[in-house]
């Protein structure tokens, strides 16, 4: 009976610690990708852990969410203005198949170690719905591409 709860025991330590393993490479992951294109333009979402409000928010999520063409195309400006936008000027995208769009701004850019740093506003619509993203990503000799930071 030992033994069986002893390796009940291990294979659940074993499950956990690849949970988190992963939980961890996706929060790796994120740093370099902009949170506009994996939030929903929803941002009204009802609090409470009843199986009813909990899907009913991720009705709401699931809903006004990205495509993937459409998180891949804002993906692509953002990191296009990062890298080629001076200040005030917007790049724009649309996707004419479901009339969602987005848009960015570099607002300002600042020295920041070996580096530097710019502000981007966003914004994103789906399905009639618009929600308004600011981030911050840096650049440094010490790594290669952007990093986004919580401001």
Known sequence: ?????L???GKLSAI?????????????????NSKSAYLSTEDNYNS???????GGNFLKYKFFSLSKKDKKKQQQAVFY???????GEIIQWHNDDNNSWGRI??????????????VIFSQISK????????ET?????AYDGWLFIKS
Do not use: Q, W
């Open 1 to 5: 009976m030992f033994v069986k709860n």
């Open 7 to 9: 390796m009940a025991a």
């Open 16 to 32: 956990l610690t690849s949970l988190l393993l992963i939980s961890c490479e996706t929060a790796i992951d994120k740093k370099f």
């Open 48 to 54: 409470g852990l009843h199986a009813v409000t909990l």
């Open 81 to 87: 203005a990062l890298d080629n936008l001076p200040e």
């Open 105 to 118: 701004k570099i607002v300002s850019s600042y020295p920041h170690g070996s580096g530097y740093c710019r």
């Open 127 to 134: 399905k009639g719905k618009i929600r308004d993203f600011k």
């Open 137 to 141: 990503a840096c650049k440094d000799v």
